[in-house]
């Protein structure tokens, strides 16, 4: 069983809808949780990152980290065809005091005009 | 404030050759970390530089290895290529060790045929 699985898609939604992108992890050391976004032949995007259980907002895009359930989630609100990129879960384990971005494989998402 | 800048973008190499790849973090960053992108194995961690000294590794052969000089920029050299090194490589720059933080470069596309 890999440490991050996420489901890769693709996922096709019409332009205005809420979509919503999981992962699931097995190591219950990770404490602080990322999603990247990443546009073809392009690097990985920071989006936002969350430390322990709990919600975050930025803008159209919302994190939930349920740490006893090993899941998480990114809800993007009224999307737009921009929006349309490879979505990437990350967590870190900084057992130790050392920590790397372990990633999920990415999910595509396509928002349709 | 420039990103991260990767050279080359794009290498063609034989099997059997080496190459070497090239990352300069944005300005005030002391750590650089390289991961390797393929479609089957999603983003995969290589090793981490923090102040001059490798502080984390990943599960790759030897045959990789890495350095990082005195203002930061990171070389990362793959030795005795194989057809199974074809990725993106990417390099992602953070202000501490292990920075939640962390910002990818465009990546290098290496193929190696």
């Known amino acids: 069983q890999k440490e991050v699985e996420q489901d890769p898609g693709p996922l096709s939604v019409p332009e205005g809808a809420i979509v919503s992108l999981n992962c699931t992890y097995s190591?219950?050391?990770?404490?602080?949780f990322m999603w990247y976004r990443q546009y073809s032949r392009k690097g990985p995007e920071l989006l936002m990152y969350?430390?322990?259980?709990g919600n975050k907002e930025d803008g159209r895009f919302t994190a939930q980290v349920d740490k006893s359930s090993k899941y998480i989630s990114l809800f993007i609100r009224d999307s737009q065809p921009s929006d349309s990129a490879t979505y990437l879960c990350?967590?870190?384990?900084?057992?130790?005091?050392?920590?790397?971005?372990?990633f999920g494989k990415g999910t595509k998402l396509s928002v349709k005009p | 404030k420039a990103g991260v800048t990767q050279t080359p973008r794009y290498l063609i190499k034989t099997r059997g050759q080496q190459v070497t790849l090239s990352c300069s973090p944005i300005?005030?960053?002391?750590?650089v970390s390289w991961y390797q992108q393929t479609p089957g194995q999603g983003l995969q961690f290589l090793f981490e530089?923090?102040?001059?000294?490798?502080?984390n590794k990943g599960n790759f052969p030897g045959r990789f290895s890495g350095r990082q000089f005195s203002n930061s920029r990171s070389e990362m050299n793959v030795s005795t290529l194989e057809l199974g090194d074809s990725a993106l490589y990417l390099c992602?720059?953070?202000?501490?060790?292990?920075?939640?933080?962390?910002?990818f470069g465009q990546g290098t596309r290496l193929t190696v045929v």
């Open positions: 992602a720059s953070s202000l501490r060790q292990g920075g939640t933080e962390a910002f």
């Open positions: 190591n219950s050391a990770f404490q602080y």
């Open positions: 969350t430390y322990s259980s």
């Open positions: 990350a967590m870190i384990n900084y057992g130790g005091s050392q920590g790397n971005l372990i």
């Open positions: 300005s005030g960053h002391r750590s």
């Open positions: 530089y923090f102040s001059e000294t490798q502080r």
